[in-house]
């Protein structure tokens, strides 16, 4: 995920560098700028320079309260537009932080449930490289053929499980939405968890 939010945050930072040169795109009461880093440059200078005399209170004057206020508002203008890239980009990572979340959910209470949509066997080169949905949901990619009907699929694995070998089994688990993808885990139906009590 951190990839494509950084993506997002560059995309930010030029659309912002282009509405602050542009005359007819930047806010009102904004002068220009070459780019987003004078922007920001600029927002510092300012407010060390209004925070040593507005906000402190050492105005005396009405001409330094109205510049004070012009300032202040200045201020606001500027870190409204500087903070463009960074807005951006926190509302991306929560978003893309709760469907993270909602598919190893939803994968978890699939595996729990045995809710397979079909079993596939690792073909001889499973490793693939990485694709958007990859670095997205913090997984890797491999590729499985659908045992019934011989299909070939990319089905998603977590990052910290090993490539599994050629020819081993796997639990395909089928999600909905923007896009059809597939979950697989190694399929292991010998397996049974026995709870019970010690007897003495």
């Known amino acids: 995920m951190a990839v494509p939010a950084l993506f997002i945050f560059i995309l930010g930072v030029f659309g912002t560098s282009a509405m602050v040169r542009r005359p007819e795109w930047r806010p ?16 510092l200078s300012r407010f060390t320079e209004a925070s040593s005399k507005c906000v402190r209170g050492t105005v ?11 300032k202040l508002k200045q201020l606001l203008i500027m ?15 929560m978003l893309g932080l709760d469907v993270l979340v909602e598919v190893y959910r939803r994968t978890r209470k699939k595996i729990l449930k045995k809710d397979i ?12 490289e990485e694709d958007r949905w990859c670095w997205f949901l913090c997984m890797r990619v491999i590729r499985v053929e659908v045992k019934k009907t011989k299909e070939k699929i990319n089905a998603y694995i977590p990052l910290d499980m090993d490539i599994p070998q050629p020819g081993t089994e796997m639990a395909l ?7 059809i993808f597939y ?17 003495s």
């Open 60 to 70: 005396l004057s009405d001409f330094e309260k109205q510049d004070c206020n012009y």
């Open 183 to 199: 979950t697989a885990a190694p399929h292991t139906p010998h397996i049974a968890i026995v709870a019970g009590e010690r007897v």
């Open 28 to 43: 009102a009461g904004l002068q220009t700028y070459q780019n987003l880093f004078d922007l920001y440059g600029a927002f």
């Open 117 to 128: 949509y079909a079993l596939g066997q690792v073909l001889n080169r499973p490793d693939l």
């Open 173 to 179: 688990y089928q999600f909905k939405g923007l896009k």
């Open 79 to 93: 870190g409204a537009v500087g903070a463009i890239p960074w807005g951006l980009t926190a509302v991306f990572l």
